[in-house]
Nanobody
């Protein structure tokens, strides 16, 4: 059974940085796409970034490109989201997602079968 556990969320001032972690277990993830989504109150769950487990390919939403970096540590079975130059509009619950069939251009939640419980990120102005 695939398990994804996010951590690293918190409260940060605008312009600050946070690094989210997603610890993955239960499978061999070599063929998986791993992604981060976020959901603000009253909004749909939106794509943020994706990476192939090989680490060679990444894809970002326009709203975060140049500010966020997705990466993975295969030895630790962990995917990271380094967030810099944070803005109040980045405030949301951030979710880690995984799927063996998705590619890095899979940007809708229905394309991912496995999800973490989410971690709250709050950016104050």
């Amino acid at each position: 059974q695939v398990q994804l556990v996010e951590s690293g969320g918190g409260l940060v001032q605008a312009g600050g940085s946070l690094r989210l972690s997603c610890a993955a277990s239960g499978r061999t993830f070599s063929n998986y796409a791993m992604a981060w989504f976020r959901q603000a109150p009253g909004n749909e769950r939106d794509f943020v970034a994706a990476i192939r487990w090989s680490g060679r390919s990444t894809h970002y939403a326009d709203s975060v490109r140049g500010r966020f970096t997705i990466s993975r540590d295969a030895a630790k079975n962990t995917v990271y989201l380094q967030m810099s130059s944070l803005k109040p509009e980045d405030t949301a619950v951030y979710y880690c997602a995984a799927d063996p069939r998705a590619g890095i251009y899979a940007v809708t939640p229905r394309e991912y079968d496995y999800w973490g419980q989410g971690t709250q990120v709050t950016v104050s102005s």
